[in-house]
DNA sequence: AGAGATACCTGGGAGC
DNA sequence: TGCTCCCAGGTATCTC
């Protein structure tokens, strides 16, 4: 499932071989995945051309030549490809961009809760104004422990919950806040505003370690831009413990326990993490 | 304001 | 085999 290191290597890809592309023609065929598809079709996009694709949190922004912008959102499923006319038309796949080489960015999401959608660009912020009160980015050299042990005071939900909070840190799923939890050797059912400030240090330097080795092991698997998919990339493989029902930690060989906060399964050493 | 629950959606797996 | 049920996930929205 794509999240911020998918997000970030998709972009990448992207802001090689999008821009100076224009719009030829829209083809959308699903009526909504998150919003409404259908807006598209009236948006008047042909003949604009894409300027730039720039990330924040788990959303790419792609700027067009009439100051407008696409946003896109990759949900749980979302997918991102650039193929040549004539490969059939995949069972999920609900819009086609047709580009002025010839080429069709096309957009993938089985379970629909992608985003796709044109919006404006807030002058004051240069984003569009949908991702007015995303917190800071988590790779920023704003989010330190400092940020986190402030941000975190009188909060009285657990601390996985927190750090997956979009409107503190943006683009912290499941996944890597379990990861990091555990290498931080942190309890997810720690009260937040209860954090010391050694705990938040640990706790940042662990997010941007495990972040950027997952963008550096999703890079690698993207060859060529034909196929920029959202998949997790090679950092499944080095998941510790997120997802390993029935397992022991690699570390102590203790029992992985699951509890479920914020509805969401969360995977922990009751000895490691305290 | 913050925290918790719920809805959205589909495919896959478990259990009968 | 086929049916039902549950689970996975991010985000918006609702309630308390």
Redesign the pocket.
Known sequence: ???LPEAENIGRALSKFLPGRSVCRVEVF?P???EPLTPLLTARLEGLTITDVRRR???LVCGLSDGRAFLM?F???GVVRVEPPGTPKR??EHLFIHLSDGMIFKFEC????S?FKVCSIDRATGWPP?LA?LGVEPLDAMFDGEFLWKASR?????VK??I????VV?????????ETLFAAGISPER???ALTRPECDRLVREAKRILLRSIEMGGSTISDFLNVDGSEGKFARELLI??K?GGVCPVCGSAIK?V??????SFYCPKCQK
């Open positions: 499932m794509p999240e699903s909504a995945m998150r949190g788990r959303y959102h949900g749980m499923s069972k999920h089985t379970r629909r809760f985003l949908e009160g009188r909060r009285s939900g657990c919950n927190f997956m909070d979009n409107s943006v683009g912290i799923g499941n996944i890597y806040a379990t009260v937040a505003g997120y997802g029902r699951i479920r906060l914020g509805g969401r399964s």
